[in-house]
């Protein structure tokens, strides 16, 4: 079956703009989750969905972060007046419910100029 | 907050040589851990994962880890590696109630042929 996918998977944008980063996590998982990935900072915790529960922001960085996701599936990732250290990747995992392995996408990665 | 710690951050290794990497975590509670690997060009993929029961893990591609308590480790093993083991290795842990992976560092390990 398919796996997570995200798109777009490159995206180079200027100091300033808005960018949205999409999620299509595998069908029939519940739980959704943003991480990112860059030099300085390794892997981090981002933003977490499970089911129709309020979604676990605590991961993320600043309040030009937000994050939805429509009918249980598919998640936008939106960061506003995007700086230059917001360049990372951004992974996307889903997983079923519980402690349960996280299936991860290609990730997008994030250019700001 | 839980933390984990990788202490090598690269790992340079023959054909047919035996590879441990160490990974430390510091949480108060039930934790649940795993090894994600990442191939050059890849998505994170799932090693191996340990939630209960036998401390000794096996995984895929020949790899085990050891899950000690009293150490709050879970060093990753391969008696044997091969060129294609070259990648990057990352020990994560969840807490019980099965939220976000905080990852470690991440080492990359080298294989020379």
């Known amino acids: 079956g398919a796996g997570v996918s995200q798109s777009p998977s490159n995206k180079v944008t200027e100091k300033g703009k808005d960018v949205e980063l999409r999620c299509d996590p595998i069908?029939?998982?519940?739980?959704l989750y943003w991480y990112r990935q860059s030099l300085g900072q390794g892997l981090e915790f981002l933003i977490y969905?499970?089911?129709?529960?309020?979604?676990?922001k605590s991961g993320l960085p600043s309040d030009r972060f937000s994050a939805e996701r429509t009918g249980g599936s598919v998640s936008t990732l939106t960061i506003q007046r995007t700086q230059q250290e917001d360049s990372a990747v951004y992974l996307c995992?889903?997983?079923?419910?519980?402690?349960?392995?996280?299936?991860f996408g290609p990730g997008t990665r994030l250019t700001v100029l | 907050a839980q933390s984990v710690s990788q202490h090598n951050h690269h790992v340079i290794l023959s054909e047919a040589a035996s590879l441990e990497l160490g990974c430390n975590y510091s949480?108060?509670?039930?934790?649940?851990l795993f090894w994600y690997v990442q191939y050059p060009g890849q998505h994170l993929q799932l090693l191996l994962k340990?939630?209960?029961?036998?401390?000794l893990v096996k995984g895929i591609k020949g790899f085990e880890a050891e899950f000690i308590k009293s150490k709050f480790s879970f060093n990753l093993r391969k008696p044997s590696v091969q060129w294609s083991d070259t990648a990057e290795y990352f020990c994560?842990?969840?807490?019980?109630?099965?939220?976000?992976?905080?990852f470690g560092g991440g080492t990359r390990l080298m294989v020379k042929p």
């Open positions: 994560a842990v969840t807490g019980n109630a099965g939220n976000m992976l905080t």
């Open positions: 995992a889903s997983s079923s419910p519980g402690p349960n392995e996280q299936f």
């Open positions: 069908s029939g998982h519940t739980a």
């Open positions: 949480y108060g509670g039930t934790v649940n």
């Open positions: 340990y939630f209960s029961g036998d401390p």
């Open positions: 969905f499970q089911g129709n529960s309020a979604p676990d």
